[in-house]
């Protein structure tokens, strides 16, 4: 299935979570002068118009960037994501940035980024992204089979996005299933995987497996809008991180009120930040 189109979510609050610990992570990368490897498995456009006939119809970035963009009261980690933001912005919030341009735009001369995308209307517009971009390579191809082909990369330091639809349960077991794949050639590797909670069930069920790898090192934030629900919907969305920056822990727990108080105001909002496996 190829259904899926992330310019009707851009910028919602699943985004703000995954693009704030991305940011994060990449932050910390930057503090070696030594290059490193970006892989985006699941990469989408590029970046998203907010005007769009698609993003106006579900309006799903009203109650994610847009409640951040005009504040004056960011901590410091926020505020450099909402920086990272208004790069493709001229004062006014217009575009969102999709994962693989939040981390391009982050990357150095001396780092490389591979980005891979399947669907067949948003590989080109990704692809036309980045074309003139000289660290960057762009592939139309199933991105969990580059846990297997770009991995370990030259660089020996590296960090992999997955973020894959989860238009079927079974992707829940494809990310296990990568995940050992990818981490057999690569161990050092730092990977955040992002998961959406639909069915609380498909959710336990990876972490579970993950579990069952045998993997250390393995944090799990996630950031709810409202209790777990067999409602159709996405209730809370988290970011599973294997080989987490050390202070990746201390800064979730420390900006998830802001985002929580911030994203739901209802006051019906929750976030975690645990080990599933620790060291």
Same mark, same amino acid.
């Given at each position: 299935m190829l259904s899926y189109r992330h310019s009707f979510h851009a910028g919602n609050h699943a985004d703000v979570l995954k693009h704030i610990v991305l940011t994060l992570i990449l932050e910390s990368f930057k503090k070696k002068e030594k290059p490193f490897f970006y892989l985006d498995t699941h990469s989408g456009a590029g970046r998203y118009s907010l005007l769009s006939r698609e993003a106006e119809k579900t309006g799903e970035f009203i109650e994610g960037i847009a409640r951040l963009w005009d504040r004056d009261d960011l901590p410091e980690e926020v505020a450099k994501y909402i920086a990272e933001i208004k790069k493709i912005n001229k004062g006014k919030l217009r575009f969102y940035t999709g994962s693989p341009l939040l981390a391009v735009q982050q990357l150095r001369p001396q780092d490389r980024a591979l980005l891979t995308e399947l669907h067949p209307s948003d590989y080109p517009l990704l692809r036309n992204e +980045?074309?003139?971009?000289?660290?960057?390579? &762009?592939?139309?191809?199933?991105? +969990?089979? /580059? *846990?297997k082909a770009a991995l370990p990369p030259k660089e020996r330091r590296g960090v992999v996005l997955i973020d894959p639809p989860y238009e079927l349960k079974e992707d829940y077991e494809l990310v296990v299933r990568a995940i050992r794949e990818g981490y057999k050639r690569f161990a050092t590797g730092c990977y955040a995987i992002w998961y959406p909670v639909v069915m609380r069930q498909h959710v336990r069920k990876m972490v579970r497996g993950l579990e069952e790898s045998g993997i250390r090192k393995? *944090? /799990?934030?996630?950031?709810?809008?409202?209790?777990?629900?067999?409602?159709?919907?996405? &209730?809370?969305?988290?970011?599973?991180?294997?080989?987490?920056?050390?202070? *990746?822990?201390? /800064?979730?727990?420390?900006? *998830?009120p802001y985002l929580t108080k911030t994203l739901v105001p209802e006051g019906t909002g929750s976030f975690k930040v645990s080990w599933i496996t620790p060291e």
């Amino acid at each position: 299935m190829l259904s899926y189109r992330h310019s009707f979510h851009a910028g919602n609050h699943a985004d703000v979570l995954k693009h704030i610990v991305l940011t994060l992570i990449l932050e910390s990368f930057k503090k070696k002068e030594k290059p490193f490897f970006y892989l985006d498995t699941h990469s989408g456009a590029g970046r998203y118009s907010l005007l769009s006939r698609e993003a106006e119809k579900t309006g799903e970035f009203i109650e994610g960037i847009a409640r951040l963009w005009d504040r004056d009261d960011l901590p410091e980690e926020v505020a450099k994501y909402i920086a990272e933001i208004k790069k493709i912005n001229k004062g006014k919030l217009r575009f969102y940035t999709g994962s693989p341009l939040l981390a391009v735009q982050q990357l150095r001369p001396q780092d490389r980024a591979l980005l891979t995308e399947l669907h067949p209307s948003d590989y080109p517009l990704l692809r036309n992204e +980045f074309a003139k971009n000289a660290i960057v390579v &762009t592939k139309r191809d199933n991105g +969990f089979q /580059q *846990l297997k082909a770009a991995l370990p990369p030259k660089e020996r330091r590296g960090v992999v996005l997955i973020d894959p639809p989860y238009e079927l349960k079974e992707d829940y077991e494809l990310v296990v299933r990568a995940i050992r794949e990818g981490y057999k050639r690569f161990a050092t590797g730092c990977y955040a995987i992002w998961y959406p909670v639909v069915m609380r069930q498909h959710v336990r069920k990876m972490v579970r497996g993950l579990e069952e790898s045998g993997i250390r090192k393995i *944090l /799990q934030i996630e950031l709810a809008v409202r209790p777990d629900s067999d409602q159709r919907g996405m &209730t809370a969305s988290g970011m599973i991180v294997i080989n987490p920056p050390w202070q *990746l822990e201390k /800064q979730m727990k420390k900006i *998830l009120p802001y985002l929580t108080k911030t994203l739901v105001p209802e006051g019906t909002g929750s976030f975690k930040v645990s080990w599933i496996t620790p060291e």
